[in-house]
């Protein structure tokens, strides 16, 4: 099977759920067109043969998230751009492959729904659930290359392309990392799959999402009592005699895959044409975003996504101007459709407020209605005094404040927050109302494979917070 082949699986009737209009598509897009655009961000793979041999594989496999799947999540963020909800991006920044364990999968996953429940909790909109999870493997970097005590090697571009340890051997790009990248992918979704559902990520579950080492600190004490009013909420329907159908609709929860759309011949082998929608399907996750450094309007990345079906996120970093935003989602929304575009502004404390709002009118006036989604988390990364890559929780508190301040002014919805957190006990972003985290504690605990995340009791304290903005 090539990659315009069909997978079995992909051939059943158009459900009932399939309602989303299929992306316009140039008559010069193919799942492969975007190797006549200039690409970013690729590592220089030594071994071309190896490439085209993993590609040709990765194109035979099973796709690992289904269209039906993809549309549920379409209807989900048309849903928030109308005002109807609220999104949750969050996950690492780099996943690694060792950590998809059920352990690893477990932490994270308790990590983003106890997030979730104090947003839905505090502002009683329903959450979509999206988790930088199963894919997200491949990291842009600012330089080619990284320089050590003189010796100078190619930079680590994530699990998905090459290895952190700093020899010439470990950063050499290898081919054969895209497939292990795909198994690893499987491999956590099932895992993912089997804890939604067998019943983990139910609400009723809320207390046990809590992790014996935060449960003693001020903030897991917090959301113990919010999980307390949840479990009587739910005695209380029960009691009342809610019915049963209903019920369990409020058990389940769905949490959607995301990750960068970085690494172009992976994404283009995960490609598969769906029939009976008339559409393509990048089934490698739920939704795909673009970066900041590779949306450039005639490049590559965008070329790729501007011909699936898939739910598309679009960094927007400071120096982005209204007419090019308004290009970008020209060519990656030509039909106006809510629920197709998710912008995601990434300005940096204290930037909102003059860059945003101009951005945003851009977008209206042009007549499309993406959900607004604010990431704190990469315009406030810097080198603390000790040497670390850090973010204060403080500037990511303000950059949130200001992303709500703009939308209230402006009369639109605040559609979500995108965030870097793990389930982890780590010590990588500063600051925190309740265990401060100083520069000198940075050392303790810094197990990130690329940006600084959130820990628990930060992860905590900011779903409090933001829950507060919700229903201001
Ligand atoms: C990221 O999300 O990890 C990232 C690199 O973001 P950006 O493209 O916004 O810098
Ligand atoms: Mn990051």
Redesign the pocket.
């Known amino acids: 099977m090539t990659v315009s082949g069909m997978h079995p699986s992909l051939t059943a009737p158009l459900s009932a759920a399939a309602d989303t209009a299929s992306q316009p598509r140039p008559a010069s897009w193919s799942p492969s067109s975007w190797r006549s655009y200039p690409a970013k961000q690729q590592p220089e793979w030594p071994d071309a043969q190896l490439l085209r041999r993993v590609s040709d594989t990765l194109s035979m496999q099973p796709p690992l998230v289904l269209p039906d799947e993809i549309a549920d999540l379409r209807q989900a963020l048309a849903q928030v751009a109308a005002g109807e909800g609220f999104l949750l991006q969050a996950g690492d920044?780099a996943e690694r492959f060792s950590s998809c364990t059920e352990e690893g999968v477990r932490s994270k996953l308790s990590m983003i729904l106890q997030v979730a429940l104090l947003l839905t909790y505090g502002s009683g909109l329903p959450v979509v659930k999206v988790g930088r999870i199963a894919g997200q493997f491949g990291?842009?970097r600012s330089r080619p290359t990284e320089v050590v005590g003189g010796v100078e090697l190619p930079a680590f571009r994530g699990d998905i392309v090459n290895d952190p340890e700093f020899t010439a051997e470990a950063r050499r790009p290898d081919a054969d990392r895209l497939l292990r990248a795909y198994y690893h992918s499987l491999a956590a979704l099932n895992v993912l799959r089997a804890l939604t559902r067998g019943g983990c990520a139910d609400l009723g579950q809320a207390h046990a999402w809590n992790q014996e080492f935060v449960r003693r600190s001020p903030a897991g004490r917090r959301y113990e009592n919010a999980a307390d009013d949840i479990t009587w909420a739910l005695r209380f329907m029960s009691a009342c005699g809610v019915d049963t159908r209903l019920q369990a609709e409020l058990h389940r929860i769905q949490l959607y895959t995301s990750h960068?759309a970085l690494l172009l011949p992976y994404e283009q082998a995960l490609i598969r044409y769906d029939e009976s929608r008339g559409a393509w399907f990048d089934t490698s996750a739920h939704m795909l975003w673009v970066?900041?450094?590779t949306r450039q309007l005639d490049g590559a990345h965008v070329e790729l996504l501007s011909g699936i079906d898939n739910p598309i996120g679009v960094?927007v970093?400071p120096s982005t101007t209204p007419d090019q935003l308004r290009a970008l989602c020209e060519r990656l929304d030509p039909e106006r459709t809510a629920g197709r575009l998710t912008l995601i502004s990434?300005l940096g404390a204290g930037r909102a407020d003059k860059v945003l709002a101009p951005l945003m009118r851009a977008v209206r006036n042009a007549g499309h209605t993406p959900v607004w989604a604010c990431?704190p988390m990469?315009g406030n990364t810097f080198i603390s005094k000790s040497g670390y890559k850090t973010r204060r929780l403080a500037d990511i508190v303000t950059e949130i404040a200001e992303f709500f301040s703009v939308h209230n002014e402006e009369g639109t919805h605040p559609g979500g927050i995108h965030l870097?957190l793990t389930g982890d006990d780590v010590t990588e972003c500063l600051g925190g109302d309740l265990e401060e985290i100083l520069d000198d504690h940075l050392g303790t605990r810094y197990e990130t494979a690329c940006?600084p995340r959130l820990n628990t009791a930060q992860s905590i304290e900011l779903g409090f917070l933001v829950a507060e903005f919700l229903r201001e």
């Open positions: 920044c990291k842009p960068e970066g900041e450094r960094k970093g990434r990431d990469h870097e940006d």
